[in-house]
């Protein structure tokens, strides 16, 4: 009637529900990148790691090699110190003997000295240490100053004999000259100690910048981990959070049309059987009042007769046609009166019944019907088995001749101390399995539906024969024979 | 045409035999109630018959039997409460036991085939066989009166 306002209600609604839709959409996302720092963590972690280790064992390395250097140069200045010494004692010797003997480890010494010198500076120049290389210079300017000395010495015992050279050592240029260089040299090995000192410091930090950043690592992960498994858990209990909820939901949907199927069940069978009733009543009417009134109007239309005897025969004749219109009327109300409610069923029981509705089906369709019934009635069956059965055979013989398409029909009822059976059997083309289901069948749901309301079973599909459809009923004798206080009862 | 005449003249016949025999207690089986007069009406005009009562239910009617020495039942199958073949079975196999006329509008053959193993003596159709009803009862008086 009014659209507008009928809409104006549903958008807000459904425009709520998107926004809250997205929402726990931004909500996911913003979790998932939250979730991507730590990721990131765990992977860089590891590599930063590998190269911080990497750099630590060349710095390692390095500091081996430059402790080596440094001891090499300890041994190198030692040499030095010692080479020196070596000359001057060999100059001493010589000197004090005249043995010439002595001099021999002179020249070698004297050699080495500047050799053992550049190397030295090689060594510093590269360590990169600068006062080193001026020590170095310092020294390389003595030591050239004693080797002067000691050569001018034995140069002078050579040219004006021992007195001169020994007057020559006796100065104390000599002893100053060896006290600077000892000194100088004292200081290279004080440098070189220092420098010992430096490098293992610069290691041992090392070590234990690497242990912490290996501890921090190891925490790191171990945090990690926790946290993974946290999250794991949290995921975890999430998710079956989630299913329980959802189980619960399954099983309140459930339980929902569950109750929805009893309901529509049970107003199903109440509509059935309200349906029952109210044929039963017009039933009733139209056999008490209608009946009632048409023999009425028989009796009234006999005595009329009797005063037309030998009367108009014009007046007969319209009499006749009364009478035989009537007869017609009274003809239709018995019809439209069995096929409410068949009133054999009610006085003569089912088998009386189902014998009239199978003859009458076979008069008016042509059909070939074999019929079979247990020789004593199923008596006492309640009025609800009765109707029900006869019902099914009725819809059965009705749907055999509207869609069948078949030229016999067998209707069997069997009666043993368990159950009631009724087998409505054709010859046709028979049912397929697609339509066993569906809307032809709304008289098949039906069915169906008032056999399992006595506990019975309701089955239909290919006759045994191959050809045609069979439906099989079966009612429990306990739930056929019980009386109990149904809407069919009184209805007699 | 020519049977209703018949049944004039049978019916005009009846009188002579009226005063000798004692009339036959009928009882009216009938669930509605505008037939139970009409057919009350008609009975009482016969007077082979003393209409002894109606019933309307299965269980009036038998208790009539059980209590009125009842000779003839016009039975309609059809009744308020039970129907007429509780009535017809409550009757037993007895010599005794009233003669039935089953009245009625259930035309079936099924019902005049159940009704006749249940010992109906006529088998009728209200509106088909209505008029025939004096005709019938005059035969069973006939063949009670004769026998006793």
């Known amino acids: 009637m009014n659209p507008p306002a009928n809409l104006a209600p549903a958008a807000p609604a459904l425009s709520h529900e998107s926004t809250g839709h997205t929402q726990r959409l931004t909500l996911t996302k913003s979790r998932g990148r939250w979730f991507l720092a730590p990721v990131a963590l765990a992977i860089v972690l590891p590599i930063a790691l590998f190269f911080y280790a990497e750099l630590g064992q060349a710095r390692l390395r390095d500091a081996s090699s430059a402790l080596t250097a440094s001891e090499w140069r300890q041994a190198t200045v030692e040499e030095f110190l010692r080479s020196i010494l070596d000359a001057e004692a060999a100059q001493r010797g010589f000197l004090l003997t005249e043995d010439k003997s002595y001099l021999a480890p002179y020249d070698p010494s004297v050699r080495r000295v500047p050799q053992l010198l550049d190397r030295l500076e090689e060594s510093y120049r590269r360590a990169g240490s600068g006062r080193a290389v001026d020590l170095i210079r310092d020294l390389r300017l003595k030591s050239g100053m004693k080797i002067g000395e000691l050569n001018s010495s034995l140069r002078l015992y050579g040219e004006f004999g021992r007195p001169a050279a020994v007057a020559l050592v006796y100065t104390d240029l000599g002893k100053k000259t060896v006290e600077d260089i000892r000194r100088n040299a004292d200081a290279l090995l004080a440098l070189e100690k220092d420098m010992r000192v430096d490098v293992t410091r610069t290691w041992v930090r090392g070590i234990w910048a690497t242990r912490i950043l290996i501890g921090l690592a190891t925490l790191l992960g171990i945090g990690f981990l926790v946290a993974s498994g946290l999250l794991l858990r949290r995921n975890v209990r999430r998710r079956e959070e989630e299913a329980a909820a959802l189980e619960a939901r399954n099983r309140e949907l459930d339980q929902v049309v569950r109750e929805r199927t009893q309901n529509l069940s049970a107003l199903s069978s109440h509509l059935q059987s309200v349906r029952e009733v109210e044929k039963s009543a017009l039933a009733r009417e139209l056999h008490d009042e209608l009946g009632g009134l048409l023999v009425a109007t028989k009796m009234d239309l006999m005595w009329l007769r009797r005063k037309l005897d030998n009367g108009d025969p014009q007046l007969v004749e319209r009499w006749n046609r009364v009478a035989k219109s009537l007869e017609e009327g009274v003809e239709l109300k018995r019809r439209i009166i069995e096929n409410l409610r068949p009133t054999l069923l009610d006085n003569l029981g089912l088998v009386a019944a189902l014998r009239w509705l199978v003859g009458e089906t076979g008069r008016r369709s042509g059909l070939i019907c074999n019929e079979l019934y247990p020789e004593e009635d199923c008596a006492e069956l309640n009025p609800e088995a009765n109707i029900t059965l006869y019902r099914v055979a009725q819809e059965c013989l009705t749907n055999i001749m509207k869609h069948a398409r078949a030229t016999k029909v067998s209707v069997e009822l069997h009666c043993s101390e368990r159950d009631v059976r009724l087998l409505v059997e054709d010859n046709g083309r028979g049912i397929t399995p697609d339509r066993v289901g569906v809307s032809q069948t709304y008289g098949i749901a039906s069915m169906r539906h008032r056999v399992s309301g006595l506990g019975g079973t309701f089955s239909i599909g290919r006759a045994p024969s191959g050809h045609g459809t069979r439906v099989d009923v079966t009612i429990p004798i306990d739930r056929a024979r019980q009386t109990e206080p149904t809407a069919a009862e009184g209805i007699a | ?148």
């Open chain 2, 1 to 148: 045409m020519s049977t209703i005449k018949r049944q004039q003249q049978s019916l005009q016949s009846l009188e002579p035999i009226e005063a000798p025999a004692q009339p036959m207690r009928v009882l009216l089986v009938e669930d509605s109630k505008v037939l139970t007069e009409r057919l009350s009406e008609m009975i009482r005009q016969l007077p082979e018959v003393d209409l002894i009562g109606t019933a309307d239910t299965e269980e009036a009617a038998r208790a009539a039997v059980g209590r009125d020495r009842v000779e003839v039942l016009i039975l309609d199958l059809h009744l308020r409460q039970g129907n007429g073949f509780g009535v017809l079975r409550s009757l037993g196999t007895a010599a005794d036991r009233p003669s039935v006329i089953v009245l009625t509008n259930y035309d079936l053959p099924q019902y005049k085939e159940a009704a006749m193993a249940l010992g109906a003596t006529y088998f009728m159709d209200k509106v088909r066989d209505y008029d025939r009803l004096p005709t019938v009862l005059h035969e069973l008086f006939i063949k009670t009166r004769s026998r006793g």
